[in-house]
């Protein structure tokens, strides 16, 4: 069984520390985003420069779009937690555990401030997700079928209440 979490609750000040640092984020992950954006849609999309137009040279240029777009959903996807965990301080339920109701330590606040779920039960979503039942989103990728950690077929229903 696990240990009782025997931490107290955040005061008004810590809350309002949290809330800056989480406003930092959101600030700081906009500003990525945003650059992202204008470097892969707004950025060198004239092939005229390409003279003579050599495959290999369009090649890499697609992927590094690609591979920008990617970073960009992820970014994307961490400021979807940033404010969810700005809307849980405004609501006052913020570090508090979404698994078992206990307090999250301030150490684990400090080190992820968007987090949801105690260590203890951030551990036994990934022992549920290596057995291939979907127990979280994960920041890095959108759920799809290149998705290891998913059997799409036989956990279907499962998928259709976490994603939706």
């Known amino acids: 069984m696990a240990e009782k979490n025997n931490n ?4 008004r000040s810590e809350k309002e520390k949290f809330k800056q640092l989480l406003l930092d984020k959101r600030k700081e ?15 060198n999309n004239d092939t005229s420069q390409h003279s003579p137009l050599h495959l290999a040279d369009i090649s890499s240029d697609n992927y590094e779009r690609e ?11 961490l400021l979807i937690e940033v404010e969810k965990a700005l809307a849980r ?4 339920n913020y570090g508090i ?7 999250i330590p301030k ?3 400090k080190a992820i401030p968007w987090t949801k779920y105690c260590v203890s039960c951030a551990n036994q979503m990934e022992k549920f997700s290596k057995t291939g039942i979907p127990s979280r989103k994960k920041y890095n ?3 799809g079928f290149d998705d290891p950690d998913i059997d799409h077929y036989s ?4 998928l259709k209440q976490e994603y939706e």
């Not at 591979?67 to 996807?77: D, R, T, V, W």
């Open 8 to 11: 107290k609750p955040l005061s």
């Open 29 to 43: 992950l906009i500003g990525d985003v945003g650059n992202m954006e204008c470097n892969t849609l707004n950025g």
């Open 67 to 77: 591979n920008l777009l990617g970073l960009m959903e992820s970014e994307i996807k």
């Open 89 to 92: 301080i405004d609501k006052g």
């Open 97 to 103: 555990c979404e698994g078992n109701g206990e307090f």
């Open 107 to 109: 150490a684990r606040l």
């Open 141 to 143: 990728f959108a759920s």
């Open 155 to 158: 956990n279907r229903s499962i």
